[in-house]
């Protein structure tokens, strides 16, 4: 067995672990039934519940496992990493962004219904997320300190900067330090701010949520290098969405500045200097197995 091989089972494990965990705080933390009309919440559980690797909330549990914390506390944070995270690729898909028809091999949120229920269905996700972390996490200070991360990590400091940095850059040559500034918040941002939220929900102090902020910002990253790699070489059925997107819209991608191969090396360096900052962690074995699973996805 390769050593990409190994990576990839211990993910599985990892999944077949946490995923129950997640399913579970999304059916209990996500909106109750209520009078809203019928048509935005099927349209809000049909994003949902498409399926995905559910890697945002694992990065919570798994946060929170690498500083000693209990899981059981962590769940509706985890639930609602998922949510925010669904809802950015609602309108990810959207006509005036990616323009997208298929999500996680179904169609897209505005193809099943229609574009307006769709903006509606992302903005009533995004809110509910802040509202299942102020609702169910019972330790106050921990409830506002994830909120404030969750809101730093997917607002305009992060993943919503990154996103207008992104369709600014359409059609442009890259340079570097355009690319990384979308990349870190676009996508990186919020990965980072899960790992942080999972040790903030665990106890973690200041000294060990610096060091896990900064395994995010390098996963974070080479998250977004690999999904430029797998955008031009995995197919629709592999990747769960449109293929050569990136390249069909002439955005900025790493392996545009450096070539596949280039874009494969930077990944490698990035899940290495993530991984150094978790020595002397004794639980961080999921939050390993995620980075070394990211660099696998490129093989």
Avoid at 54 to 78: D, F, I, N, Q, Y
Avoid at 153 to 163: D, F, N, P, S, Y
Wanted: glycine share 10%.
């Amino acid at each position: 067995m390769t050593q990409d091989d190994a990576s990839k089972k211990n993910f599985e494990r990892l999944l077949s672990r946490m995923n129950p965990l997640v399913e579970q705080a999304l059916k209990r933390y996500a909106w109750p039934e209520s009078g809203a009309p019928k048509r935005i919440v099927d349209a809000m559980n049909y994003s949902l519940q498409a399926g995905g690797k559910r890697l945002r909330p694992m990065l919570v549990l798994a946060g929170c496992e690498a500083v000693g914390g209990e899981l059981e506390p962590a769940l509706p944070v985890a639930a609602a990493f998922e949510m925010i995270h669904t809802y950015s690729l609602i309108h990810d898909d959207l006509p005036a962004m990616d323009d997208d028809d298929l999500r996680r091999g179904q169609p897209t949120c505005h193809k099943a219904f229609d574009e307006a229920t769709a903006i509606l269905a992302g903005d009533a996700m995004a809110t509910y997320a802040f509202q299942a972390i102020l609702t169910h996490v019972k330790d106050a200070t921990k409830a506002v300190a994830a909120g404030r991360e969750l809101a730093t990590g997917a607002g305009l400091e992060g993943m919503v900067g990154g996103q207008m940095a992104d369709l600014e850059g359409e059609g442009r040559e890259p340079s570097i330090d355009e690319l990384r500034y979308i990349h870190e918040h676009k996508t990186g941002a919020l990965i980072t701010s899960a790992v942080v939220c999972g040790g903030i929900m665990g106890g973690a102090d200041a000294e060990t949520l610096k060091r896990l902020r900064s395994y995010g910002k390098s996963i974070g990253l080479a998250f977004q290098v690999v999904d430029d790699i797998l955008d031009e070489t995995a197919t629709a059925e592999q990747l769960g969405k449109s293929p050569g997107k990136d390249s069909a819209t002439d955005k900025m991608t790493y392996p545009r500045l450096y070539g596949l191969d280039g874009a494969k090396r930077y990944a490698e360096e990035l899940i290495s200097k993530a991984c150094a900052e978790l020595e002397g962690m004794q639980n961080a074995e999921a939050l390993r197995t995620i980075a070394a699973y990211f660099v696998a996805r490129t093989h």
